[in-house]
């Protein structure tokens, strides 16, 4: 079982930058794929961006790649999103989640545990 706590949301301006963390529970958690999925206003949830249990490898939406970064401490239980240029579009509830399976998935169903959301707001 796996507990999952996100926090760091909030409002910016675009062309800011936001770092949002995830801090987990569960003596696993090394073993963990882990990934940020976010929820905007009238969407369905999307794929973010992935880490492999021991970070050996990142995976990225599109809409991410070059902005945000995606790392874990195994140490802490941590799992971070460093967001940068954000953009009006950027605007959703973001969620980070646990995956058991080996690989890097991105699609939501792949993924066993998930935490509250914490809200990213970005104004134009």
């Known amino acids: 079982q796996v507990q999952l706590v996100e926090s760091g949301g909030g409002l910016v301006q675009a062309g800011g930058s ?6 987990a529970s569960g003596r696993t958690f090394s073993g ?6 976010r929820q905007g ?33 195994n140490a802490k239980r941590m799992v971070f999103l460093q967001m940068n240029s954000l953009k009006p579009e950027d605007t959703a509830a973001y969620y980070c989640a646990a995956s058991s ?24």
């Open 41 to 73: 206003p009238g969407k369905e949830r999307e794929f973010v961006a992935a880490i492999r249990s021991w970070g050996a490898g990142t995976d990225y939406a599109d809409s991410a790649k070059g902005r945000f970064t995606i790392s874990r401490d």
């Open 32 to 37: 963990y794929t882990m990934g940020w999925f």
């Open 18 to 23: 936001l770092r949002l963390s995830c801090a």
């Open 101 to 124: 399976r080996g690989n890097v998935p991105t699609r939501s169903f792949d993924y066993d545990y998930w935490g509250q959301g914490t809200q990213v707001t970005v104004s134009s």
